[in-house]
């Protein structure tokens, strides 16, 4: 549920945890140790010679490893993608915070990527594409193209420095080290193997994280419910957390003038996750379009999969006397992203939260070198290589790409450790992500006659103008645009849109962008010296699509 609130931030009291830092050394030095040989492991020599078949040259090749994943390998990687830390605890702070029907990221992210799958996988890959920007560079030109890498930038790199964010405060929890030093740790670590080997790297340690995440998660939850702290059997009414409310705390509920905001979120996690660098590189790495579109499907699958002990410790958490515990403390509500780590260190054995530390972090390495790597191809691929360096040698753009890692690795950290409300940073760009780049997407993709330059400046522009008017709780300013239900502001919280406004935004976006197009040909057809942006001397989008594949 949408909260303006201006409160502040509980804290926690640790110390030291020997026990919990030499897990995560362990943990680390393996999916380390992964992540450095997989480049041997996948570029056997007996496979260089049909995956040179597949990519144009080495860069390529990191980028994609040579378009060689297979089912088992795609399958882990394509969930690890999407199962980060940020995934784990925030289902869990969903599930206590607002109820199990306000929970929505695991079954909207799980329909993203089926639809993924449908109406996009294939395609894409038949293509052969190498990032999700190429065809709207084909269609809009490098450097309106190019335009589409700001909120696709923003959205990766700040979702990386969420679940960084989220790392430092849940290792600060169990092993006691400070938050600047657990997420420049963990980024370094992430860093360093996806320069070794690129995505060969990243989809190696994809298979080692998922397992540690659904066996370390799993193999915890019997002890929780053994707790002497824990109510049993587990109530979903009266629960120990929210004895005094009149509705069930675990299930949830919807009022109606909720509504809005619950179909806009709901939507917009839906057809908004499928705009992402860090999907589309599973898909474009795959070995066909079919192994492509069925890596969707399963990982949609496994997307669902991975929150259901997530959802279960919220409600082990929810049916705790935190009191009792050696926290000796109640939960508040800014305590509730600190579940995962809070369950695992009071309500189980030292050794099975030893387990589970390693299920949490490496949750959050799973996501942060996809995300990381993926915001990196698209710079080297549609920014540098595109509009400023279409010369550059292999070499060249082989080591742009390793500086471009490690460039925005060290902001991704930065934004994790200065930065207090990184996850409500990243809804942001993911509005911006669904509002502007989808539309575009669908028409490049689907419907290319259907948009032109001219349609997609009018589009996109009208609805970055509407949505920054709509106000943002998060960047502490009210709306200037009021829509229908608007909630006022008061002196404790910022004001609220309940209607759902990012659709209407998208739409728009949509709408103007085939209006616009329609309108502009039927005038330069009539004039056209009006056609200062030349779109009609450019050859068609399908024909310039074929040109650049055989180039």
């Known amino acids: 549920m949408v909260e303006g609130s201006k409160s502040g931030v509980s804290e ?4 030291l945890n020997v026990a919990g830092l030499i897990g995560l050394l362990v943990f680390y030095f393996l999916i380390f140790l992964a992540g450095i040989l997989s480049h041997k492991v996948l570029k056997r020599k007996s496979r260089k010679d049909a995956q040179a078949k597949q990519v144009g040259n080495h860069t390529e090749d990191m980028m994609l490893a040579g378009r060689d994943i297979n089912y088992v390998i795609g399958v882990f990687t394509m969930t690890a993608t999407w199962v980060g830390g940020g995934y784990i605890n925030g289902t869990t702070e969903a599930v206590i915070k607002n109820g199990l029907v306000w929970t929505q990221a695991p079954f909207c992210y799980a329909i993203s990527l089926a639809l993924g799958g449908f109406f996009f996988a294939k395609k894409m890959r038949k293509r052969k594409f190498v990032t999700m920007l190429d065809p709207l560079q084909l269609k809009y030109g ?31 929890v169990i092993c006691g080290l400070t938050d600047t030093v657990s997420i420049i740790v963990s980024a370094c670590i992430a860093m360093t193997y996806t320069l070794f080997g690129g995505l060969y790297s990243v989809a190696f340690t994809d ?20 707790s002497e702290h824990v109510t049993i059997p587990l109530k979903t009414m009266n629960v120990t957390m929210f004895p005094d409310k009149d509705y069930s705390p675990f299930l949830g509920r919807v009022q109606g003038r909720d509504a809005g905001v619950w179909v806009d979120y709901a939507i917009m996690m ?24 069925v890596l969707s499907f399963f990982g949609a699958f496994g997307c669902f999969s991975a929150a259901i002990p997530s959802v279960i410790i919220g ?46 972090s490496a949750a959050v390495m799973s996501s942060t070198d996809s995300s990381i790597l993926g915001v990196s191809t698209m710079f080297t691929r549609n920014v540098f290589n595109k509009v400023f360096m279409p010369k550059a040698s292999d070499k060249v753009t082989m080591w742009f790409l390793r500086g471009t890692v490690f460039i925005n690795t060290i902001i991704a950290m930065l934004i994790a450790i200065f930065v207090k409300s990184v996850y409500g940073l990243y809804l942001i760009c993911s509005d911006l992500v669904f509002i502007l780049l989808f539309p575009h997407l669908v028409l ?19 609805a970055f103008f509407l949505r920054v008017l709509a106000g943002e709780p998060v960047l502490k300013y009210n709306a200037v645009l009021k829509y229908p239900y608007y909630q006022e502001p008061t002196e404790d919280s910022y004001g609220v849109q309940k209607f759902p406004f990012r659709i209407l935004c998208m739409l728009i976006n949509l709408i103007t962008t085939i209006a616009v197009s329609y309108l502009t040909k039927k005038l330069i057809k009539k004039r056209p010296n009006l056609d200062v942006l030349e779109t009609e001397k450019q050859n068609d989008y399908e024909q310039m699509m074929m040109k650049e594949l055989k180039a």
């Not at 589409?148 to 290792?171: D, K, N, R, V």
């Not at 509500?333 to 949490?360: C, E, N, R, S």
């Open 207 to 226: 298979i080692f994280q998922l397992f540690c995440i659904f066996i370390g998660l799993i193999f915890s939850i019997p002890f929780m419910l053994q």
């Open 315 to 360: 409600w082990i958490t929810m049916n705790t006397d935190w009191m009792a515990t050696d926290l000796k403390q109640s939960l508040v509500k800014d305590d509730y992203k600190l579940a995962v780590p809070l369950a695992l260190l009071y309500l189980t054995h030292p050794a099975v939260a030893f387990i589970g530390l390693g299920a949490v």
């Open 444 to 462: 490049v993709a689907h419907f290319p006659k259907r948009t032109n330059k001219y349609g997609m400046i009018a589009g996109f522009g009208l």
């Open 12 to 15: 926690i009291k640790t110390e």
């Open 270 to 293: 839906i057809f908004g996750g499928i705009p992402w660098q860090a999907y589309f590189q599973r898909v474009l790495s795959a070995r066909s379009p079919k192994v492509a579109q």
């Open 142 to 172: 490098e450097r309106l193209g190019a335009l589409f890498y700001i909120p696709a930038f923003s959205g990766e790199i700040l979702w990386s420095a969420s679940i960084l964010a989220a790392l430092g405060t849940s290792l600060r």
